[in-house]
């Protein structure tokens, strides 16, 4: 979930017009950007050898 203070700083650097459907794409992504960034703060991520390891899978 996305709090009001973090969608007002993002819309600061939104362009003066913009269409719905941009502005639902960009909170979209604001939203997967904050959530992404508690992750890291909770530690909450792949370490780079199982990053590694499952790409070595991805491209047999």
């Given at each position: 979930m996305i709090t009001k203070a973090a969608l007002k700083?993002?819309?600061?650097n939104f362009p003066e017009e913009?269409?719905?459907?941009e502005l639902i794409e960009r909170i979209l992504f604001i939203e997967k950007l904050e959530k992404r960034i508690q992750k890291s703060n909770e530690?909450?991520?792949v370490s780079e050898q199982k990053?590694?390891?499952d790409m070595k899978q991805w491209f047999k």
């Open positions: 700083k993002h819309i600061e913009f269409t719905i459907d530690n909450d991520v990053l590694e390891n």
